[in-house]
Nanobody
Framework: VQLQASGGGLVQAGGSLSLSCAAS????????MGWYRQAPGEQRELVAT???????NYADSVNGRFTINRHNGKNTVYLQMESLKPEDTAVYYC?????????????WGQGTQVTVSS
């Protein structure tokens, strides 16, 4: 499975950005898709995930500001980011995986930079 992320860029605090990530290859339809981020010197952290049935899960730090959606027919996940803060600055990675027990079905995109200026 290959994940191709797009979007991101530079925005002022309070602004908005959107990300998208398209999956291709030997996709399992029940895959969970999500976004993670990693700031310099920090560990990678969860931003939001969404199940194949459309159930979202958000990190507390973005809940109410970010919205995750997916289009199963296009195997694409989207992240709409509103009211951005400088602390949202990071490289954002998309992920596709199967929940539950350990699985080799676990794929990451290449990352896209989001920079929020104060």
């Amino acid at each position: 499975v290959q994940l191709q992320a797009s979007g991101g860029g530079l925005v002022q605090a309070g602004g908005s950005l959107s990300l998208s990530c398209a999956a291709s290859g030997r996709i399992i339809s029940r895959q969970v898709m999500g976004w993670y981020r990693q700031a310099p010197g920090e560990q990678r952290e969860l931003v939001a995930t969404i199940t194949s049935g459309g159930t979202p899960n958000y990190a507390d730090s973005v809940n109410g500001r970010f919205t995750i959606n997916r289009h199963n027919g296009k195997n694409t996940v989207y992240l709409q980011m509103e009211s951005l803060k400088p602390e949202d600055t990071a490289v954002y990675y998309c992920r596709a995986y199967l929940s539950g027990s350990a699985s080799t079905y676990n794929f990451w995109g290449q990352g896209t930079q989001v920079t929020v200026s104060s």
